[in-house]
């Protein structure tokens, strides 16, 4: 199977991956419209990867045969100030 993945104009490092180039028909109106419009970064066969860069590609592969595509975002982003002032017992 091939797998086109699309970055996000409006959310950083947001990446939605979709079976086939231009076909959004599986992915809900409300994400499409908080996606912003698609931008193609690669399209690529799945099924002879046996790793991606920031996903899980079992998961990945689950969710593209379950829901036809699977969005990738980014991890939360770690405060380091709030965890410095813990380290030193400092409350806010």
């Known amino acids: 199977m091939l797998c086109a993945v699309y970055k996000s104009s409006r959310k950083a490092d947001t990446y ?5 180039r231009d076909c959004f ?7 499409m419209e908080m996606f912003g419009v698609p931008k193609l970064v690669m399209v690529f066969p799945i099924a002879k990867r046996d790793a991606l860069g920031m996903a899980d590609i ?4 689950a969710a593209m045969e379950e829901n036809g595509f699977y969005l990738q975002i980014p991890p939360p ?3 380091l100030l ?3 002032k813990l380290s030193l017992g400092i409350k806010d």
Request: hydrophobic letters at 40%; zero cysteines; aromatic letters at 4%.
């Open 82 to 84: 709030a965890e410095h």
């Open 16 to 20: 939605l991956f979709v079976k086939k």
């Open 58 to 61: 079992q998961k990945v592969r």
């Open 25 to 31: 028909d599986d992915v809900p109106a409300p994400l």
């Open 77 to 79: 982003q770690v405060n």
